[in-house]
């Protein structure tokens, strides 16, 4: 079977969608599927072929760049020939498009293009995944019809999947039957050959003595950094904070790292932030790895659709985050994996990393308790349970 997906954003690009889309096509090669991801890249589409397994990126040695591109292409309109040409070479079975409304500049022309493709001879058949169900934008006072638009996705797929519960209730209570599949993942623990933790934090130029805490993701304003750093001001022993990841690309996000990095500046703590940018995966896993722990204050909630959470807990981070909204959720990360569960606030936060910090055996229990649940969403069970509903 030939399944061609659709992503908005795809490695070296960064973005949880693009990793996750890059490890599901990885494993679905492993079962003897072929194809590829299509994307846009500077303006370009490209194609790349389904990854190898034990690629933890794409190196550019599968990429092809789709011929009649200019350079000035945009997840608009305009994307519709160029995907339509890339189709009529490509001849998948099912295109899959991976759906989250940021990484599609917010614009409805993806959540359209499945009744688009309907005019079409000999079409493939239409998967959607919903990483989030937030609404695109169309313009002032939109409104109803904003959210009209990702129903018309949902309703013009052949096969609708959702990766947690509380979206699949959301689309069930519109009257459609969508597939929960959960992510997994999107870093797997592999650091660079002969890692050594010791060397690893001397590197980074923490001390001995002090706590290394780590926030892994895109900057933006609902993953609650700022909180972070305002929970590790009042904190009573010597500390760094570790920044893995870039600025998420959205025009709110960016001001927000920008000031964000002011604020560092100004309140005199550049010595104690080490922000690492964009790295590649098995450096942020050199990372995680040489952390104390990992606080992820997410300010709509944890949830398991979010593949940083997924990751720290398969590196056996003790992790610190926010209450999850949904209920199943909520008791897998307490109940499975003990993960510390705070309010959304800095008080909390800090109150939370007391309690760590002085408490080695509640640490080594919630990094164990974090390995057991990250085992339940193995790539290989998500690609057979993939497999099923394209079958």
């Given amino acids: 079977m030939r399944i061609l997906f659709l992503s908005g954003e795809y490695p070296p690009q960064p973005g949880g969608v693009g990793d996750y889309t890059h490890r599901l096509a990885a494993a679905l090669r492993e079962r003897g599927y072929s194809g590829g991801v299509l994307t846009i890249q500077a303006g370009r589409v490209i194609l790349y072929d389904l990854p190898q397994i034990r690629?933890?990126?794409?190196?550019?040695?599968?990429?092809?760049?789709?011929?009649?591109?200019?350079?000035?292409?945009?997840?608009?309109?305009?994307s519709w020939p160029a995907v339509f040409s890339a189709l009529e070479q490509q001849r998948p079975d099912w295109l899959h498009i991976q759906y989250q409304t940021g990484a599609y500049a917010m614009?409805?022309?993806?959540?359209?293009l499945p009744r688009r493709l309907r005019r079409l001879p000999n079409r493939p058949r239409v998967a959607v995944t919903f990483h989030d169900l937030l609404v695109p934008y169309l313009f002032p006072r939109a409104g109803p019809l904003r959210r009209w638009t990702?129903?018309?996705?949902?309703?013009?797929?052949?096969?609708?999947?959702?990766?947690?519960?509380?979206?699949?209730?959301?689309?069930?209570?519109?009257?459609?039957h969508p597939t929960q599949i959960p992510i997994g993942a999107n870093i797997a623990?592999?650091?660079?050959?002969?890692?050594?933790?010791?060397?690893?934090?001397?590197?980074?130029?923490?001390?001995?003595?002090e706590l290394l805490v780590a926030y892994f993701g895109l900057l933006a304003a609902n993953k609650g950094v700022d909180l972070v750093l305002d929970a590790l001001q009042q904190f009573s022993r010597p500390w760094r904070l570790l920044l893995i990841g870039g600025a998420a690309t959205a025009p709110q996000d960016i001001a927000y790292?920008?000031?964000?990095?002011?604020?560092?500046?100004?309140?005199?703590?550049?010595?104690?932030?080490?922000?690492?940018?964009?790295?590649?995966?098995?450096?942020?896993?050199?990372?995680?790895?040489?952390?104390?722990?990992?606080?992820?204050?997410?300010?709509?909630?944890?949830?398991?659709?979010?593949?940083s959470l997924l990751a720290a807990l398969a590196h056996g981070c003790p992790l610190i985050t926010t209450q999850p909204q949904d209920p199943e959720a909520a008791a897998l990360i307490r109940d499975e994996c003990e993960a510390l569960l705070t309010a959304v606030s800095a008080p909390a936060i800090t109150a939370a990393l007391e309690r760590l910090a002085d408490d080695t055996a509640l640490r080594n229990q919630l990094a164990a308790g974090g390995k057991v649940l990250a085992a339940r969403f193995t790539w290989p069970a998500i690609a057979t349970a993939h497999e099923a509903c394209y079958r």
């Fill in 55 to 78: 690629d933890t990126r794409s190196t550019g040695d599968n990429k092809i760049v789709m011929s009649g591109t200019r350079g000035n292409l945009d997840w608009s309109w305009r």
């Fill in 107 to 112: 614009h409805p022309a993806i959540n359209l």
């Fill in 150 to 176: 990702n129903l018309a996705l949902a309703r013009s797929a052949d096969a609708l999947i959702c990766t947690n519960a509380a979206d699949a209730a959301q689309l069930r209570a519109a009257g459609m």
């Fill in 189 to 209: 623990p592999i650091p660079p050959p002969e890692y050594d933790r010791d060397a690893w934090r001397a590197q980074l130029g923490v001390g001995e003595h």
């Fill in 257 to 307: 790292g920008a000031a964000l990095r002011n604020r560092i500046g100004q309140q005199g703590l550049v010595e104690r932030v080490i922000s690492t940018g964009h790295v590649a995966p098995e450096q942020v896993s050199a990372h995680l790895l040489a952390a104390d722990l990992v606080t992820l204050p997410f300010r709509d909630g944890a949830s398991l659709r979010r593949g």
